[in-house]
């Protein structure tokens, strides 16, 4: 069993730096124009003739309420019509991707994200899922994992019962805070009452998974009235919980603008929150798998974590790293082997390409030698805590220490500061270095000083 995280405030003071939350490497900011539906159709024809399995990611942008921490793609309107020419050029896509894979290839993988994917009508859920599965070999018998967003306030019983029987099986259901006055202040107004119905529901139907998302940080949170939330979501007992800094950027997200910058929680009382977080759930048995993500020690990721066959993709921590991702929707991103490519993140011009019956590929990046070794090295270390050099010479055919000598003193001096303990054979992130991996893993990022860390959200 791995160590516990271990606090430790001054090691958190010198390293909770801007940074990548490395879904990817290189990151989305490295995306370039020179992508387009030539590399995609290149690297859908290399994945077929490979007969790689599949995970399916599929953007559904539509809220019918606005939250004002917001950073996601989405399109705000009480007007459920809106989503039917979305539909209509959703399945254009499918069925143009799908004509250059094979049909063996198998989806162990699925994903609805948004926006709220319940957005969506019974009847479009159905027509949709009927698309998916004539173009796609989606699994009938409960194997996949197959999973989707929820908003409690847009689920019922009813939507529950069409999600399990449409395949769904893992549910992610959006909490944010419980306290009142918090809720006011973000415009998400939801009670206790109406996310354990969800829950009751989703156990009832026999869902295998139940992830519950919260946001620390957010303006009139308090330690104390956090606490209350947290207590209270374990009384839930979801499978997986997501902690997630809310990093407060309103000159990139406008719905953000609306919040106001004096209510926020000082970095002081942040840094106390997910302290008291992190005891609360370590003592309710919860294991911290990293960055934000825990989970319950009989969960898939925490076993994945212990035998160390854990990967990291664009849907965050996965057992199912050794599949090609495909994203459909608009903004949705593509890992096809060496590619990643994204759809264009502007709804009309999502639909407009496609009724032209082109893919809305607008950007992407292929990863080149260096890319994939550093990329695996963050992997490892973002994941397993731990890093055995010998494994990444004999995969790249390099020297460590040789290729990322120019690193050495950097790594060193996390050594000294306890953050790692570093030998000639391996690194290993330390307890108290475990809630600042990506503080690690920034160190082997080759374009982090190109760029502009007000992009990114800092570590903690």
Same mark, same amino acid.
């Given at each position: 069993?791995?160590?516990?995280?271990?606090?430790?405030?001054?090691?958190?003071?010198?390293?909770?730096?801007?940074?990548?939350?490395?879904?990817?490497?290189?990151?989305?900011?490295?995306?370039?124009?020179?992508?387009?539906?030539?590399?995609?159709?290149?690297?859908?024809?290399?994945?077929?003739?490979?007969?790689?399995?599949?995970?399916?990611?599929?953007?559904?942008?539509?809220?019918?309420?606005?939250?004002?921490?917001?950073?996601?793609?989405?399109?705000?309107?009480?007007?459920?019509?809106?989503?039917?020419?979305?539909?209509?050029?959703?399945?254009?896509?499918?069925?143009?991707?799908?004509?250059?894979?094979?049909?063996?290839?198998?989806?162990?993988?699925?994903?609805?994200?948004?926006?709220?994917?319940?957005?969506?009508?019974?009847?479009?859920?159905?027509?949709?899922?009927?698309?998916?599965?004539?173009?796609?070999?989606?699994?009938?018998?409960?194997?996949?994992?197959?999973?989707?967003?929820?908003?409690?306030?847009?689920?019922?019983?009813?939507?529950?019962?069409?999600?399990?029987?449409?395949?769904?099986?893992?549910?992610?259901?959006?909490?944010?805070?419980?306290?009142?006055?918090?809720?006011?202040?973000?415009?998400?107004?939801?009670?206790?009452?109406?996310?354990?119905?969800?829950?009751?529901?989703?156990?009832?139907?026999?869902?295998?998974? !139940?992830?519950?998302?919260?946001?620390?940080?957010?303006?009139?949170?308090?330690?104390?009235? &956090?606490?209350?939330?947290?207590?209270?979501?374990?009384?839930?007992?979801?499978?997986?919980?997501?902690?997630?800094?809310?990093?407060?950027?309103?000159?990139?997200?406008?719905?953000?603008?609306?919040?106001?910058?004096?209510?926020?929680?000082?970095?002081?009382?942040?840094?106390?929150?997910?302290?008291?977080? !992190?005891?609360?759930?370590?003592?309710?048995?919860?294991?911290?798998?990293?960055?934000?993500?825990?989970?319950?020690?009989?969960?898939?990721?925490?076993?994945?974590?212990?035998?160390?066959?854990?990967?990291?993709?664009?849907?965050?921590?996965?057992?199912?790293?050794?599949?090609?991702?495909?994203?459909?929707? *608009?903004?949705?991103?593509?890992?096809?082997?060496?590619?990643?490519?994204?759809?264009?993140?502007?709804?009309?011009?999502?639909?407009?390409?496609?009724?032209?019956?082109?893919?809305?590929?607008?950007?992407?990046?292929?990863?080149?030698?260096?890319?994939?070794?550093?990329?695996?090295?963050?992997?490892?270390?973002?994941?397993?805590?731990?890093?055995?050099?010998?494994?990444?010479?004999?995969?790249?055919?390099?020297?460590?220490?040789?290729?990322?000598?120019?690193?050495?003193?950097?790594?060193?001096?996390?050594?000294?500061?306890?953050?790692?303990?570093?030998?000639?054979?391996?690194?290993?992130?330390?307890?108290?270095?475990?809630?600042?991996?990506?503080?690690?893993?920034?160190?082997?990022?080759?374009?982090?000083?190109?760029?502009?860390?007000?992009? &990114?959200?800092? *570590?903690?």
């Amino acid at each position: 069993m791995l160590d516990a995280i271990r606090w430790d405030s001054d090691l958190i003071r010198r390293y909770d730096l801007a940074g990548p939350r490395y879904t990817s490497y290189p990151t989305a900011v490295q995306f370039h124009s020179q992508v387009g539906t030539f590399d995609l159709f290149h690297a859908l024809r290399d994945s077929r003739k490979a007969l790689r399995p599949l995970s399916l990611y599929v953007h559904v942008p539509f809220c019918a309420n606005i939250c004002y921490y917001c950073a996601c793609n989405k399109v705000i309107t009480k007007d459920r019509g809106r989503a039917l020419p979305y539909l209509q050029r959703l399945e254009q896509e499918i069925q143009l991707i799908a004509c250059h894979l094979d049909p063996a290839q198998k989806v162990e993988q699925l994903h609805f994200g948004g926006g709220t994917p319940t957005f969506l009508s019974h009847d479009e859920l159905r027509q949709l899922m009927a698309h998916l599965r004539k173009h796609f070999n989606l699994l009938d018998d409960d194997s996949g994992d197959y999973g989707i967003e929820i908003d409690p306030r847009e689920a019922d019983w009813s939507t529950m019962g069409l999600l399990r029987e449409l395949g769904f099986n893992r549910v992610s259901i959006g909490l944010q805070d419980l306290d009142p006055a918090v809720q006011r202040a973000v415009n998400r107004l939801q009670s206790l009452e109406e996310t354990r119905a969800v829950i009751d529901a989703a156990r009832t139907l026999q869902f295998r998974s !139940i992830n519950i998302d919260l946001i620390y940080g957010l303006p009139k949170q308090t330690s104390e009235n &956090f606490a209350r939330t947290v207590e209270e979501v374990i009384s839930l007992q979801p499978d997986r919980l997501s902690v997630f800094n809310y990093a407060h950027l309103p000159e990139r997200f406008m719905p953000q603008r609306r919040i106001n910058g004096n209510e926020l929680p000082e970095p002081a009382q942040k840094l106390e929150m997910l302290e008291r977080t !992190i005891e609360q759930l370590t003592a309710a048995g919860y294991r911290y798998i990293g960055m934000d993500h825990f989970a319950l020690p009989d969960d898939e990721l925490a076993i994945a974590q212990e035998e160390q066959t854990l990967q990291r993709n664009f849907q965050g921590y996965t057992t199912h790293g050794h599949c090609d991702l495909i994203g459909l929707g *608009v903004s949705a991103i593509s890992q096809i082997g060496d590619l990643y490519c994204q759809n264009s993140s502007d709804l009309n011009e999502y639909q407009n390409t496609l009724a032209a019956a082109q893919l809305a590929t607008s950007r992407g990046l292929v990863c080149n030698a260096d890319d994939r070794l550093r990329r695996a090295v963050i992997q490892q270390l973002i994941c397993n805590f731990s890093l055995e050099f010998a494994e990444i010479e004999q995969q790249f055919n390099i020297d460590f220490q040789g290729y990322f000598g120019a690193l050495w003193p950097q790594l060193q001096g996390m050594a000294s500061d306890g953050l790692i303990a570093l030998d000639r054979e391996r690194i290993a992130v330390l307890p108290a270095g475990r809630l600042l991996v990506r503080s690690v893993c920034m160190v082997f990022d080759a374009y982090l000083e190109q760029q502009n860390r007000q992009r &990114f959200s800092r *570590v903690i």
